[in-house]
C-alpha cells in the first residue's frame, strides 16, 4: 500500500493528526486556507477535563479523559518545554450559588470517574495557592494536574515538528476532497468541514460557536500571573484565567455566531470579561489591555468530536468545539488508529 495522506485543514486538529501521520511513515501534505481562521490562534489553551465535566456531557468527559492521558507523550515529541503554561487548575465559585454550581458539575464528575481527586476548599484555602484571589471568594476545588498549554506556541511547534518529520503544508482552500491526491484524505477544516464531507455524502452538522478571549499583559507595577487556570463562575457567567509567561489570558464569552465571518469581539463581551476577571483577581486591574480578539469554535450537535472514516479514502474530524486543544492527542491516536487499520470502524 502506498502511505500518501492530504489533510484538509490546519488548524490544532489537522496538524496534530498531520504530525502522528508522519511519524508513522506516512507522506503527508496539509493544504490550508489560512492560519487567521484557525480557532486555536484565539484560544486559551486549557486542557480541561474535569473542568469540562458537565452534566449531561458524559461521553465527553470520557473523551477529555483519555485526552488528558496522552498530553504528556505529546508534549515530549512537541519538545518545546515554554508550550506549557501551568500544571494544575483551581476551580472557583465566587459566591456561594456559583459553588452549588460548581459542587453539582463535581459530584456528576465523581460519578463517572469515582477514583478522580478534586480535594474542595474554602476561600481562604485557595489564596494559600494563589494569594492574588480575591478575599470573600466563597471557594472551590483543586485539580491537580489539569494545566494550560500556550495555544500560539503549540502552533508553531506542531507545526515545526510536522515539517521536520518530512511533512508539507500548502496555502490553499481545498473546494473538492476527491480531487486531491493521496490513498487517504483527511477532513479536518472546522467549520469548513460541513461542506467538504456533503461532497462525499457524508452529513457533519456543525454550529459555529463565538467566543470573545483577552489577553492581559503584566505590568512592572502589577501582581504576578496566576500559576494554575482559574476556572471560576461569577454570576452564573463562566470566567477563565489561563496564565501565560508575560500575563493572562481571560476567557471566554459563547454564543452562536452570525456567519463565518463574524469575528470581531463585541463591547459587551469584552466588558464582562474585564469585569469577572478583576472581580475574581483585583490585581488584574494594573495588566495592559495587549489584545482582545473572537473566535468561532467548530461545535458538534452533541458536544462530541466527530472522529470517523467516511469511506475507504476519506476520513474526518471536526465538531471539538471549545476543547478542540485538549482533545487534539485523542483525535490524532484514533486517526492514527483508521489510518494504520482501515478495516476499523471509525
Ligand atoms: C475563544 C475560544 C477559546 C477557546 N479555548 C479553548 C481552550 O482553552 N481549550 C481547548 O481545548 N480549546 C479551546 N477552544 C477551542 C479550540 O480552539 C477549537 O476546538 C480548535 O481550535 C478547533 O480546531 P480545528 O483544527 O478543528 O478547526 P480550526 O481551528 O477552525 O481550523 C480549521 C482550519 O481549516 C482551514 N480550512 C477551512 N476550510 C478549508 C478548505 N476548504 N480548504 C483548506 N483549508 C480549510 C481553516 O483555514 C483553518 O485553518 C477555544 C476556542 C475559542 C474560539
Not at 495555544?151 to 476527491?178: S, Y
Request: glycine share 12%.
Amino acid at each position: 500500500m502506498r502511505r500518501e495522506l492530504s489533510v484538509v485543514g490546519g488548524g490544532v486538529v489537522g496538524l496534530a493528526c498531520a504530525l502522528a501521520a508522519a511519524d508513522d511513515g506516512w507522506t503527508v501534505t496539509v493544504y490550508d486556507a489560512g492560519a487567521r481562521r484557525r480557532a486555536a490562534h484565539v484560544a486559551g489553551g486549557m486542557l480541561g477535563c474535569f473542568g469540562e465535566g458537565h452534566p449531561g456531557e458524559g461521553e465527553l468527559l470520557d473523551v477529555a479523559a483519555a485526552s488528558a492521558a496522552l498530553w504528556p507523550d505529546f508534549l515530549t515529541r512537541l519538545g518545546d518545554p515554554a508550550v506549557r503554561t501551568a500544571d494544575s487548575s483551581i476551580l472557583l465559585g465566587v459566591s456561594s450559588t456559583d459553588l452549588a454550581y460548581l459542587d453539582e458539575q463535581v459530584r456528576f464528575v465523581r460519578g463517572r470517574m469515582p477514583d478522580v481527586d478534586l480535594p474542595r476548599c474554602t476561600g481562604n484555602r485557595l489564596r494559600r495557592h494563589e494569594s492574588a484571589l480575591a478575599r470573600g471568594t466563597a471557594g472551590g476545588y483543586l485539580a491537580e494536574g489539569e494545566g494550560a498549554v500556550d495555544n500560539r506556541l503549540l502552533l508553531a511547534a506542531l507545526t515545526r515538528r510536522f515539517e521536520q518529520a518530512g511533512g508539507t503544508i500548502v496555502t490553499d482552500t481545498v473546494d473538492d476532497p476527491t480531487a486531491l491526491t493521496g490513498d487517504q484524505v483527511l477532513i479536518a477544516a472546522g467549520l469548513g468541514s460541513t461542506a467538504l464531507a456533503g461532497l462525499v455524502g457524508a452529513d457533519v452538522p456543525l454550529r459555529g460557536e463565538k467566543g470573545e478571549i483577552l489577553r492581559l499583559r503584566r505590568t512592572r507595577w502589577s501582581v504576578p500571573p496566576p500559576t494554575h487556570v482559574i476556572r471560576g463562575r461569577r454570576h452564573g457567567r463562566p470566567i477563565y484565567l489561563v496564565p501565560r509567561a508575560d500575563g493572562v489570558v481571560v476567557g471566554a464569552t459563547q454564543y452562536e455566531a452570525l456567519g463565518p465571518d463574524d469575528r470581531a469581539p463585541q463591547a459587551i463581551g469584552v466588558a464582562e470579561l474585564l469585569a469577572d476577571a478583576i472581580a475574581v483577581m483585583p490585581g488584574l486591574s494594573t495588566y495592559e489591555l495587549a489584545e482582545a480578539a473572537a473566535g468561532i469554535r467548530p461545535s458538534s450537535v452533541d458536544g462530541v468530536p466527530v472522529v470517523r472514516r467516511v469511506d475507504e479514502r476519506i476520513l474526518i474530524a471536526t465538531g471539538h468545539g471549545r476543547n478542540g486543544i485538549a482533545l487534539s492527542p485523542w483525535t490524532a491516536a484514533r486517526i492514527r488508529e483508521l489510518l494504520n487499520h482501515p478495516e476499523r470502524e471509525g
